[in-house]
């Protein structure tokens, strides 16, 4: 209706009414057939039967419905729906199906009770994509002179136009499945939330059962654990706190378990359609233990996340009510997902020795089963290296600190109580052998000299003039005087000799240095300069005390010193001397060396680090003797 014609009949007062139309009962079933596509029997019987009664001429028709399992047979449904034998037409159906093309031919189609069949004109039809058809009609025509009421084409057409509604059957049959699979995963979500609420396994045992029995509606839910001996054990009862194990019904429970554990897979009895080839001895035993007309039982079991049977879960009903297809469905997917937490909360509840089986049967499953490569070649290379290793010998050496020392070291000491005057020299310097290191004050030491001189010549003087009045008992008298005064004067000129210190051979000046104690006394004695030669030195070795039975006299080394680390200089061992020294908390022997280069600029006192060949070792024995001689000592020192 236009704008102007609305607008005129509202300006005049007229509205629309509406009128409700009554429904012939006598036409209606068929409508309400289709009205519920979950019985895809009704549904296409409903569907054909409008078919055949909307057509003129029609004697019979089939229809063919692909099922959900390819490999289950196909549903049929034929109107009249009793009393017809459809042979040509499911001939017909089933070839227009399997070709996706119209067929048509000559068929009998007529009453099963009559033995002549009058010959009808069949048009078969594959209704839906075509890839992919899902289901085929066949209509069998009646003809006059030979002639058909409609044309196949016709016919044809028709039932494709028709055949939406049809399609409403796989959606059907999916919104069926996706509910279903909406009904488990909210059961197995709050089956899961009850799990994750205990933390105990007992605890845990008790929940699901309880939770499952009433969701199963069952009488009784029992859960099992395998041992580590394969038998499985009895943990939880469904609405019991408490049970006997060493009765009949605990036996008969677990034998249930054990009888699906072995099988894999979910049992039951009655046995149901998807597990026909199932043993159910056990199942049947603990249902007739009951002793209940038609009692049930079903047993799932638990798998971990590697796929290993941890458990089982045995449903009972008391009554006569079996476990159906959804059921089972329902169950497995509870155990799915139940086997995995139940997994994880046994390891955590396992003692110190189950976890540690554990982590070695996980390492020699990844080391030898079919997976991880690349952990096999690593182990591999570890193996490899590690005979090599213990094979393969190397030289053994021990490491020791070393200290330069000169090999000849001269003091040059005060030779008597006096006053530094000079110093020539000082540490580090090198000088000629006669050189002057230092003077000491002898202006007392000159005077002392003139003293004891004029003495020595007034006693001659006396003497002489003894001799020329032949005085024999004053000669007697001057005779020791003058020789006690020639003695103090060589005294007197020794000392002044002394009061220069000179270098007695060719070296460096190791220690001494006056240059800041000029005119300060020192005493008889004392030692003012350390003189070491240029040219010979020994190498002192501190070899620890856990070391030392590794070294021997004549034994070769080489020694790298802090002054030069990229020169190492071969040693050899010449003397071990039972001297320890203490130092940072060990005790080293010191072990004398002889440098076996020439040429070496070398100081006394340079230190490094010296290693001595010890003879060959395997190099895990070199590695790993430190640690085992440890080991022992503190195995010595703390057990009884």
């Not at 059957?169 to 996706?178: E, S, Y």
């Not at 991880?372 to 010998?393: D, Q, Y």
């Not at 220690?511 to 070491?532: R, W």
């Amino acid at each position: 209706m236009s704008e102007p014609d609305a607008s005129r009949l509202a300006n005049e007062g007229l509205g629309l009414q509406l009128r409700r139309v009554p429904v012939d009962p006598a036409t209606s079933p068929h409508w309400r057939g289709l009205l519920d596509a979950r019985d895809e029997a009704a549904f296409g019987s409903a569907w054909l039967a409008l078919q055949c009664s909307r057509l003129p001429g029609v004697a019979g028709g089939l229809l063919l419905i692909r099922q959900a399992d390819a490999a289950a047979p196909h549903l049929t449904v034929t109107w009249p729906p009793r009393d017809l034998d459809a042979s040509d037409l499911s001939r017909f159906a089933e070839t227009a199906y399997a070709e996706r093309r119209m067929v048509v031919g000559p068929g009998r189609v007529g009453s099963d009770t009559s033995s002549a069949h009058p010959v009808a004109l069949v048009v078969a039809v594959p209704l839906g994509f075509a890839k992919g058809p899902f289901a085929a009609a066949a209509i069998a025509l009646t003809t006059t002179a030979g002639k058909p009421v409609l044309t196949p084409e016709i016919i044809a057409d028709r039932l494709r136009w028709e055949a939406g509604w049809l399609e409403t059957l796989p959606w059907a049959r999916l919104a069926g499945d996706l509910s279903s699979d909406v009904t488990r995963a909210a059961s197995c979500l709050d089956l899961l939330a009850a799990v994750g609420a205990q933390p105990r396994l007992r605890g845990m045992a008790i929940a699901v059962t309880n939770e499952l029995a009433t969701r199963l509606s069952c009488d009784r839910v029992s859960l099992g654990i395998v041992r580590r001996n394969g038998a499985v054990r009895l943990r939880a009862v469904s609405h019991s706190a408490g049970f006997r194990r060493d009765n009949r019904l605990a036996d008969a429970i677990e034998d249930a378990m054990d009888e699906a554990i072995e099988q894999r897979g979910t049992v039951a009895y009655p046995v149901l359609p998807a597990m026909e080839r199932a043993m159910t001895i056990a199942q049947r035993a603990l249902a007739e233990s009951v002793k209940a007309p038609g009692a049930s039982a079903m047993t799932a079991v638990l798998v971990d996340g590697r796929g290993k049977p941890i458990g089982a879960l045995t449903f009972e009903r008391h009554r006569n009510e079996p476990f159906t297809a959804e059921t089972l469905k329902l169950a497995e997917a509870i155990t799915s997902l139940l086997g995995p937490q139940l997994g994880l909360l046994l390891r955590a509840n396992r003692l110190v020795a189950g976890r540690l089986a554990d982590r070695v049967g996980d390492a020699c499953q990844a080391l030898f089963g079919a997976r991880r490569p690349v952990l096999k070649l690593c182990v591999l290379g570890v193996a490899a290296l590690a005979l090599t290793l213990i094979f393969a010998e190397g030289e053994h050496r021990v490491t020791a600190k070393s200290v330069l020392e000169a090999e000849v070291q001269r003091a040059a000491v005060a030779p008597f109580d006096g006053f530094v005057r000079s110093a020539a020299v000082r540490a580090g310097d090198t000088v000629q052998g006669g050189d002057l290191l230092a003077a000491l004050d002898d202006r007392d030491l000159v005077l002392d000299r003139l003293k004891w001189r004029a003495e020595r010549d007034k006693l001659l003087q006396r003497q002489r003039e003894a001799l020329g009045k032949h005085d024999r008992s004053n000669l007697a008298v001057l005779d020791p005087q003058i020789r006690q005064a020639e003695s103090q004067l060589a005294l007197a000129e020794e000392k002044l000799a002394r009061a220069r210190i000179i270098a007695p051979f060719d070296g460096i000046v190791v220690s001494g240095d006056l240059s800041q104690m000029l005119g300060s006394p020192i005493e008889k004695g004392k030692v003012l300069f350390e003189i070491a030669p240029l040219d010979s030195y020994r190498l002192i070795v501190q070899v620890d005390e856990r070391d030392v039975r590794y070294v021997a006299v004549g034994q070769n080394g080489t020694v790298a010193f802090a002054g030069r680390p990229g020169d190492p200089v071969p040693i050899t061992l010449n003397k071990i001397t039972p001297v320890t020294v203490a130092e940072e908390g060990r005790n080293s022997f010191r072990v004398e060396a002889r440098l076996s280069g020439s040429g070496l600029q070398l100081r006394s006192g340079m230190e490094g680090v010296a290693k001595v060949k010890a003879g060959r070792r395997s190099i895990v024995w070199i590695w790993m003797h430190p640690v085992v001689d440890w080991l022992r000592l503190a195995a010595w020192r703390y057990l009884p």
